[in-house]
């Protein structure tokens, strides 16, 4: 499987940004995706995912309200809606894919493909 992400850049803080992530390849393997995110100096944690039926499995508290994650199947993708964009949500956003395995969604190693990150800088 092979993750495409894309629709990174520069807004300014209360702007909006809708980020892409296409799968390609053995998708019928997937279970469900997920969007992490990386700041600058700080670890890479999970925002959002969503299982492959589109079921929403997780928000992170401080994106809840304000990003929405969905999904096209047809299309093998999966988008990123982020609203009222804060600087505090400037870094590296990076998709991911897994199979059907027991655990948290959160959890980064139950993720099996990733997309090379897309940066998203907001300004205040």
């Known amino acids: 499987v092979q993750l495409q992400a894309s629709g990174g850049g520069l807004v300014q803080a209360g702007d909006s940004l809708r980020l892409s992530c296409a799968a390609s390849?053995?998708?019928?393997?997937?279970?469900?995706m997920g969007w992490f995110r990386q700041a600058p100096g700080k670890e890479r944690e999970c925002v959002v995912a969503?299982?492959?039926?589109?079921?929403?499995?997780y928000y992170a508290d401080s994106v809840k309200g304000r990003f929405t994650i969905s999904r096209d199947n047809a299309k093998n993708t999966v988008y990123l809606q982020m609203n009222s964009l804060k600087p505090e949500d400037t870094a590296v956003y990076y998709c991911?894919?897994?199979?059907?395995?027991?655990?948290?969604?959160?959890?980064?190693?139950?993720?099996?493909?990733w997309g090379r990150g897309t940066l998203v800088t907001v300004s205040s």
């Open positions: 390849g053995r998708t019928f393997s997937l279970h469900g």
């Open positions: 991911a894919a897994r199979p059907y395995r027991l655990g948290s969604w959160v959890t980064e190693s139950l993720y099996d493909f």
């Open positions: 969503i299982k492959w039926s589109g079921e929403n499995m």
